[in-house]
């Protein structure tokens, strides 16, 4: 299993970025996928999750309404689309994938997964 993320860059406060998360050597509809983020001197948390298999998708109170996660099956591609971006959402943010299906309770557990693909850098500053 291999996760190749990208698509961080510097963007100023209200920007947008769209994250990718291209997987390979797996049978994509049967994996779920979630992007964490991880901030100098924080944990690392939970932002989005989708669960392949049926489409359901989880997001922290601090990104909802602004953050989309969605997958392009063909593609094998898990995609976090990032609006009205602001300085707190500075962070290396990575995806991750397992096979088990996750719950309102369990997608933000960095523990349950994996596969982890390498970071990939997001700075909101102006």
């Known amino acids: 299993v291999q996760l190749q993320a990208s698509g961080g860059g510097l963007v100023q406060p209200g920007g947008s970025l769209r994250l990718s998360c291209a997987a390979s050597?797996?049978?994509?509809?049967?994996?779920?996928i979630t992007w964490f983020r991880q901030a100098p001197g924080k944990e690392r948390e939970g932002v989005s999750c989708?669960?392949?298999?049926?489409?359901?998708?989880y997001y922290a109170d601090s990104v909802k309404d602004r953050f989309t996660i969605f997958t392009d099956n063909v593609k094998k591609t898990v995609y976090l689309q990032m609006n009205n971006l602001q300085p707190e959402d500075t962070a290396v943010y990575y995806c991750?994938?397992?096979?088990?299906?996750?719950?309102?309770?369990?997608?933000?557990?960095?523990?349950?997964?994996?596969?982890w693909g390498q970071g990939t850098q997001v700075t909101v500053s102006s």
């Open positions: 991750a994938a397992d096979r088990v299906p996750k719950s309102g309770s369990t997608w933000d557990v960095s523990d349950g997964y994996d596969y």
């Open positions: 050597r797996f049978t994509f509809n049967y994996f779920t």
């Open positions: 989708i669960n392949s298999n049926d489409g359901t998708t």
